[in-house]
């Protein structure tokens, strides 16, 4: 069993949808959680750090549940330029990120 | 500010041949990882340093897989003899640990192609 999950997709949307990830973890010692974005044939960068307590950055919220070792983001409205994959990450051992496979999404007009 | 570089971007090669993976680190970070992507298996740590000293390679599918780093501005990922399994991207990436930085900065990759 992979130490990160996500549900694959992809998730075709259409502009101005509200659409929502999920990720589980498996290592209950995993300090910290990120998500990733990765466009098609680039690299991933940093979209947000995921905080116990929910972060929200614009139309993007983050929302990590300890008790359930859940994590999920939630993308408002919507952008063409939302399209992309979502990366759901643990951070192990003070150093070590291990990713998920990822989620597609499809934004559409 | 220049990111982190990895050369070359596209690599084509037949099976047997030696391959060497080549990353530059952004200046000052201490921490450098090197990660292969396929679709079946996602993004995989595959070794990471730690001020030049190899720190956990667990991820290092087998002996044909070798990384250095020689000094802190120069990795290389070497694989030997390469074989058309390995055919994935590799990225290289580094961070600044300690300073609350665990961001993780990510080359633009190499795409292997073994035939």
């Not at chain 1, 910290?32 to 139309?59: A, I, T």
């Not at chain 2, 340093?49 to 990922?77: H, Q």
């Amino acid at each position: 069993r992979k130490e990160v999950e996500q549900d694959p997709g992809p998730f075709n949307v259409p502009e101005g949808a509200t659409v929502a990830f999920n990720c589980t973890y498996s290592n209950s010692a995993s300090q910290s959680f990120f998500w990733y974005r990765q466009d098609c044939r680039k690299e991933p960068k940093l979209l947000m750090s995921v905080y116990s307590s929910g972060n929200e950055d614009g139309r993007f919220t983050a929302q990590l549940n300890r008790a359930s070792q859940y994590i999920s983001l939630l993308i408002r409205d919507s952008k063409l330029s939302d399209s992309a994959t979502y990366l759901c990450v643990a951070l192990n051992g003070g150093t070590a990120l291990i990713f998920g496979k990822g989620t597609t999404l499809s934004v559409s007009s | 500010d220049a990111g982190v570089i990895q050369s070359p971007r596209h690599e084509v090669t037949e099976m047997g041949q030696e391959v060497t993976l080549r990353c530059k680190p952004i200046s000052g970070h201490d921490y450098l990882f090197w990660y292969r992507q396929t679709m079946m298996r996602g993004l995989e740590l595959l070794i990471y340093f730690n001020n030049n000293v190899p720190i956990d390679d667990s991820g290092m599918p087998e002996d044909r897989f070798s990384a250095k780093m020689p000094n802190a501005s120069f990795s290389t990922l070497k694989i030997q003899p390469s074989e058309p399994r390995d055919s994935a991207v590799y990225f290289c990436a580094s961070s600044l640990v300690g300073t609350g930085g665990e961001t993780q900065y990510f080359g633009p990759g190499t795409r292997l192609l073994v035939l």
